[in-house]
């Protein structure tokens, strides 16, 4: 019998790789042929795949929902209207982003009389994207926009912890792009090393940096060049002189949407004792004014993706005094919005990415201490401060490193599709978003004419 279970899972496997090599097949095919250079070609998909997240909008929210709790909101908003506002950004730009730039002919120094040099952004070729769980549509979908916006046939590898929104994908995607544009690849980290073995023209990756190491390594033996989307600590610093009744509005929107599972969320707020207490009454008035009395009873509040992340984060509430929300419930897998007073810099909290719905205060004097802690972490993602003071605003962008830094309104800075969104150092490299998207996925060519009579 073992045997027999054996051969039925060996046969499962081949008969999955070999309807992998098909789907891949047929995406390579079609770059191959050429006919994603044409505008047409674009507009026809983006316009496609503006369609889907539309007109099956519902059954997007119905897989989001047995994934992760997402609130209806959310959805609406975060997943599905950030990738259709990304698509319209596309849509309106695609032409003058797909014109040739000329080089200033005072820039071509001794060339011959009517010599000409120029760029132009020109498809890949076929592209892989990795999905994380935590925003499975946004962060599988807005590379895709790219991608698809650059000329290039994609395959997508929605994450495995997202169940329900990659069986979707699975079938939606090919329905309504066409099975020759985008294969979708399901699975966890076998397939997933399996697909990398596989040659691609760049690789997109949204995940932690561990995975990310492995996705660069495997991209290498190819040569092909990757795009990690990291995360990391994404700290909060809070002046003594700000409004914390706005501040904490602000706070309790990016810090405990999605349950505090989102990659910019404020991971920890630096700020001095007084200040930290009269920030923590303001976000309980805030968490009440978002979720109501009891957050577990609010449609408007996530769960915590398994039970591993569930464990993980309950063992973090030891690093600091709970002094707001606290309660878990591991059948639900639902943690209250949380706030831990008075973190030590070297807590459990401290030493690794929080990922949900706590914040840890980590007490400073002043800006120069704020500074001081940033620096000697990993470089964020986002930092974030609140503070009326130019001189100190100044200082925290000359003074620390982070992929943005966002002065008043967290999660903001993503929605300007024109702002670069991507990390650096631990946070990862590369950046999309809009234009950014576009060059990701594209390769710009140079391009002399030099007359031949002229020379
Ligand atoms: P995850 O577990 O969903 O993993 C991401 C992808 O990697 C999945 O598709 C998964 O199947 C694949 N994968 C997992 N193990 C693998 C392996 N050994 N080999 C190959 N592929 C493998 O997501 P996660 O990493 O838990 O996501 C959370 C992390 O991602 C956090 O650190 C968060 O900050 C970061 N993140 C960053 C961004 C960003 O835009 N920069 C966005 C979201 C999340």
Redesign the pocket.
């Known amino acids: 019998e073992a045997t027999e279970a054996t051969q039925a899972t060996g046969a499962a496997h081949a008969a999955a790789a070999d309807a992998t090599a098909a789907a891949l097949a047929r995406v390579r095919g079609a770059a191959r042929a050429g006919h994603p250079r044409a505008l047409a070609w674009r507009t026809e998909r983006l316009t496609a795949l503006r369609a889907l997240l539309t007109e099956r909008q519902d059954d997007l929210a119905a897989a989001l929902h047995s994934d992760l709790r997402k609130p209806r909101s959310e959805v609406d908003n975060a997943e599905v209207g950030f990738t259709l506002r990304e698509i319209d950004h596309a849509l309106r730009h695609l032409p003058g982003w797909l014109a040739p730039e000329p080089v200033a002919a005072a820039a071509l120094g001794r060339l011959p009389p009517g010599a000409a040099a120029t760029t132009r952004y020109e498809p890949l070729g076929t592209v892989l994207v990795?999905?994380?769980?935590?925003?499975p549509v946004q962060?599988l979908l807005v590379p895709v926009v790219g991608a698809l916006a650059a000329g290039n046939t994609v395959v997508v590898?929605?994450?495995?912890?997202?169940p329900a929104t990659s069986a979707l994908f699975a079938s939606l995607l090919p329905a309504y792009l066409g099975a020759d544009t985008v294969a979708v690849v399901e699975?966890?980290?076998e397939e997933?090393?399996a697909l990398?073995a596989e040659r691609f023209d760049h690789v997109f990756?949204?995940?932690?940096?561990?995975?990310g190491r492995?996705?660069m390594r495997a991209a290498a033996a190819h040569l092909t060049p990757v795009t990690l989307?990291?995360?990391?600590k994404c700290p909060v610093f809070v002046d003594r002189d700000v409004d914390l009744a706005a501040v904490a509005a602000r706070l309790a929107r990016a810090k405990f949407a999605n349950a505090g599972q989102?990659?910019?969320a404020p991971d920890h707020v630096l700020t001095d004792p007084g200040t930290g207490r009269r920030l923590t009454a303001e976000l309980a008035r805030a968490v009440e004014e978002r979720f109501g009395p009891d957050p577990a009873a609010s449609e408007h509040y996530g769960r915590i993706v398994n039970e591993h992340h569930f464990d993980r984060l309950v063992a973090l509430l030891d690093s600091g005094r709970v002094v707001l929300g606290g309660r878990h419930d591991r059948a639900d897998r639902y943690l209250a919005p949380t706030v831990l007073a008075n973190v030590a810099p070297d807590a459990p909290a401290m030493r690794e990415?929080v990922?949900g719905p706590i914040l840890p205060v980590v007490h400073v004097a002043g800006v120069d201490e704020a500074i001081a802690l940033v620096n000697g972490g990993d470089r964020p993602?986002a930092l974030y401060a609140f503070t009326g003071d130019e001189a100190a605003r100044r200082r925290l962008a000359d003074e620390t490193r982070s992929g943005a830094v966002n002065f008043g309104l967290p999660f903001a800075h993503l929605g300007v599709p024109e702002l670069p969104?991507?990390?650096v150092g631990e946070?990862?490299f590369g950046a999309y978003h809009g234009h950014h998207s576009f060059a990701a996925f594209s390769h710009r060519r140079a391009r002399l004419d030099v007359p031949i009579g002229a020379a």
């Open positions: 990795i999905g994380p769980w935590n925003f962060l590898k929605p994450s495995e912890l997202a699975g966890g980290p997933t090393a990398l990756y949204t995940g932690n940096g561990t995975v492995a996705v989307e990291l995360g990391g989102t990659c910019v990415e990922f993602l969104f991507g990390g946070s990862g």
